[in-house]
T-cell receptor
Framework: AQKITQTQPGMFVQEKEAVTLDCTYD???????LFWYKQPSSGEMIFLIY??????QNATEGRYSLNFQKARKSANLVISASQLGDSAMYFC????????????FGTGTRLTIIP | DTGVSQDPRHKITKRGQNVTFRCDPI?????LYWYRQTLGQGPEFLTY????????KSRLLSDRFSAERPKGSFSTLEIQRTEQGDSAMYLC???????????FGQGTRLTVV
């Protein structure tokens, strides 16, 4: 079974500052992927970034980077230079690469950017 | 690129009625997923199709729930004899292959009164 834990229910960050959203995971699978999604108030889940379990380098996508520490089973999302439009719910998720194709999500972190 | 489309966006129904939701995935995506999201929670997996074949169903998907993807393109999710506990956001997603990101639609918000 897979489990995602996001321990920060809510965060407030000043505009233009960097923010780290925590995510730890538990799985017995050897090959898996880790995902971060953003969900604004409109409800749509927007894909942000992906990290494969065998990727040696941390993933980056524009202002988003994933701090992947495999031994600690953590996959924190770092948003640099935060913007007002970053205010949303953020979900960490994982999927095994073979057999089980479902995404397992955490409970999310509500990020609010303060002007 | 039209993205994943879901219809309707909102549905209010009386307890005991049947409802049907539709999802149109991104055209070249052969994988289609249904998730349910209740208030304050992350999405929970319901079921998954590869082309027209339904390959996995969650225990959350009781006998009152049925999903189809008859021609490997759009999919429908039907809930029979709705209950108040069925009130949730129902999200559809599609992907091109395993290990890649799933693209989500805007969801159908169901309210059972």
């Amino acid at each position: 079974a897979q489990k995602i834990t996001q321990t920060q229910p809510g965060m407030f960050v000043q505009e233009k500052e960097a923010v780290t959203l925590d995510c730890t995971y538990d799985t017995s699978d050897q090959s898996y992927g880790l995902f971060w999604y953003k969900q604004p108030s409109s409800g749509e889940m927007i894909f942000l970034i992906y990290q494969g379990s065998y990727d040696e380098q941390n993933a980056t996508e524009g202002r988003y980077s994933l701090n992947f520490q495999k031994a600690r089973k953590s996959a924190n999302l770092v948003i640099s230079a935060s913007q007002l439009g970053d205010s949303a719910m953020y979900f960490c998720a994982m999927m095994a690469n073979f057999g089980n194709e479902k995404l397992t999500f955490g409970t999310g972190t509500r990020l609010t950017i303060i002007p | 690129d039209t993205g994943v489309s879901q219809d309707p966006r909102h549905k209010i129904t009386k307890r005991g009625q049947n409802v049907t939701f539709r999802c149109d995935p991104i055209s070249e995506h052969n994988r289609l997923y249904w998730y349910r999201q209740t208030l304050g929670q992350g999405p929970e997996f319901l079921t998954y199709f590869q082309n027209e074949a339904q390959l996995e169903k969650s225990r959350l998907l009781s006998d009152r729930f049925s999903a189809e993807r008859p021609k490997g393109s759009f999919s429908t999710l039907e809930i029979q004899r709705t209950e108040q506990g069925d009130s949730a956001m129902y999200l559809c997603a599609s992907s091109v292959r395993t290990g890649t990101e799933a693209f989500f639609g805007q969801g159908t918000r169901l309210t059972v009164v």
